[in-house]
């Protein structure tokens, strides 16, 4: 059963940068896009960035210029740069595959922005 671990979350300022991990118990996204998700408080999850095997990226447009998505070469782990982070950007943040999600959710990692 394939699992994603998601990890690299915390507490920080607006205007600070973090780096997010996801680690795919299989390799999964050799196969498949990547995609980075969020769910704040009270809302719905929505994607937030793709990447496919072509490395064509796409991304939200509120995060379009902060946050980069990219994946080791073997495509097992994906990450998110977050920078230029916002109080809007808070919500806990999962990785899975794009347009399908295929495998079960993760716990996700928080991530807190502070004004």
């Known amino acids: 059963q394939v699992q994603l671990v998601e990890s690299g979350g915390g507490l920080v300022q607006a205007g600070g940068s973090l780096r997010l991990s996801c680690a795919a118990s299989g390799s999964i996204f050799r196969y498949s896009t990547m995609g980075w998700y969020r769910q704040a408080p009270g809302k719905q999850r929505e994607l937030v960035a793709t990447?496919?095997?072509?490395?064509?990226?796409n991304y939200l447009d509120s995060v379009k210029g902060r946050f980069t998505i990219s994946g080791d070469n073997a495509r097992t782990t994906a990450f998110l740069q977050m920078n230029s982070l916002k109080p809007e950007d808070t919500a806990i943040y999962y990785c899975n595959t794009w347009p399908n999600v295929l495998y079960s959710w993760g716990q996700g990692t928080q991530v807190t922005v502070s004004s």
């Open positions: 990447l496919a095997r072509d490395g064509n990226a």
